[in-house]
Antibody
Framework: EVQLVESGGGLVQPGGSLRLSCAAS????????MSWVRQAPGKGLEWVANIKEDGSEKYYVDSVKGRFTISRDNAKNSLYLQMNSLRAEDTAVYYC??????????????WGQGTLVTVSS | DIVMTQSPDSLAVSLGERATINCKSSQSVLNTSNNKNYLAWYQQKAGQPPKLLIYWASTRESGVPDRFSGSGSGTDFTLTISSLQAEDVAVYYC??????????FGQGTKLEIK
């Protein structure tokens, strides 16, 4: 059974940093592109970033470029999101998501339960 | 970036009736080299993460009931629920995953029972 379990969310002050982790199991992690998608309270979905199977390609939405870094450790079956210079508008539930196998441009077929990040003073 | 626009924002349909949600992209998401539309539909029930329903615009994900269907090509797409069930109450999102990211979502359509 595919499982994606996020951790690391919490309350952080504006300008602060946070590192999200996602533990993956039930599939061959290094065969899949992985993504982070976020959802502000009561709002819609926003694609944030994704990373290639071997970590050699990374893409970001413009609003987080230069502040967020996606990474992965295939030996640990783990995905990460380092978030720096956090702003109030980064407040959201962050989902760890797997893409269907076969490359970058694939739909998102498994989602974690999400971890809440709140940026507030 | 490709902008995805869904209509309507909310929809109330009687049980057993048809529900139709539309999604329009600001540019074509059809890859002419493989004739695939890079368009997916997701269902999000209250308090849950989204679930993939349809991909390549019209391919149902494994386990998704056949009352859900997707259609369209290029820039205009439709999600149809042929006979609405109570468990279909949710917010539905379209997403384009064409070419280079970001892979943008529509704003969502809230589906309720009339």
């Amino acid at each position: 059974e595919v499982q994606l379990v996020e951790s690391g969310g919490g309350l952080v002050q504006p300008g602060g940093s946070l590192r999200l982790s996602c533990a993956a199991s039930g599939f061959t992690f290094n065969n899949y592109w992985m993504s982070w998608v976020r959802q502000a309270p009561g709002k819609g979905l926003e694609w944030v970033a994704n990373i290639k199977e071997d970590g050699s390609e990374k893409y970001y939405v413009d609003s987080v470029k230069g502040r967020f870094t996606i990474s992965r450790d295939n030996a640990k079956n783990s995905l990460y999101l380092q978030m720096n210079s956090l702003r109030a508008e980064d407040t959201a539930v962050y989902y760890c998501v797997r893409s269907k196998e076969g490359g970058r441009a694939r739909p998102l077929d498994y989602w974690g339960q999400g971890t809440l990040v709140t940026v507030s003073s | 970036d490709i902008v995805m626009t869904q209509s309507p924002d909310s929809l109330a349909v009687s049980l057993g009736e048809r529900a139709t949600i539309n999604c329009k992209s600001s540019q074509s998401v059809l890859n002419t080299s493989n004739n695939k539309n890079y368009l997916a539909w997701y269902q999000q029930k209250a308090g849950q993460p989204p679930k993939l329903l349809i991909y390549w615009a019209s391919t149902r994900e494994s386990g998704v009931p056949d009352r859900f269907s997707g259609s369209g090509s290029g820039t205009d797409f439709t999600l149809t629920i042929s006979s609405l069930q109570a468990e279909d109450v949710a917010v539905y999102y379209c997403q384009q995953h064409y070419s280079t990211p970001p892979y943008t979502f529509g704003q969502g359509t809230k589906l309720e029972i009339k």
